[in-house]
């Protein structure tokens, strides 16, 4: 049976990753940090394991690490996932929040890949996919440090696909773009049919659209394809 673990798995397209792993057979794990109650429900309807974990924490997420492979024994695909969002002007922008976002996305990315790339090594298969945004390749006003957190995980997905893939691990990368979640709490009726109406495809993205995507990639079906970036976001970034 085929193992995967998703940070950041407790809400939003982390939750739709989880569910349809598990619906399609796979052993699933995932990681949660403050939603406990989300995260308990999630893995009671679904069966997968839930762990909380700092997803920037090397302490938290070493020991996430030996739990999920003390329970599965390997892992085939790891999905980072795990994020925090900014909005807001960069002059207004603390350097603990700028900080805040780099050690989630982008450390989180780099402890868990470190975690569990040498046991994908060993064994001489596995998939690492990290999922950043469209703003990561197209940059948007008022999501600076967010953007650049994404952009840097386009970065890491080329060289890491290089550096693994003699060794049979493949690397790629996920582009969302505006996807119905609680991110989009703060936008009004006004602005998300605003949105609607700058995406070619007239609607929003939804969890399950990127789930969809990251089975595909994480799966046998995308066994030749590696260090690419795919965009799931209706058009808006082409």
Known sequence: MQTVLITGGSRGIGAGMVRLFSQR???TAFTYRHSEENA???SKETGS???RCDAGSEAETEQMSLQVLSSFS?????ICNA???YTGLIQDMTVEEWDELFRVHVRGAFLASRAFLPGMISRKSGSVLFISSMW???????????SA????LIGFTKALAKEVG????RVNCLCPGVIQTDMLNCYGEDDLAALKEETPLLRLGTPQDIAQAAFFLSGSEASFITGQLLGVNGGFVI
Do not use: F, M, V
């Open 149 to 152: 957190c994404k952009a840097s």
């Open 166 to 169: 003699p060794s049979g691990i």
């Open 74 to 78: 390997h892992l085939d695909a790891l």
């Open 136 to 146: 990561g390749q197209a940059g948007a006003s008022c999501e600076a440090a967010y």
């Open 49 to 51: 394991l839930a762990i």
């Open 25 to 27: 057979g796979w052993r």
């Open 40 to 42: 308990w429900n999630l």
């Open 83 to 85: 994020g925090t969002a």
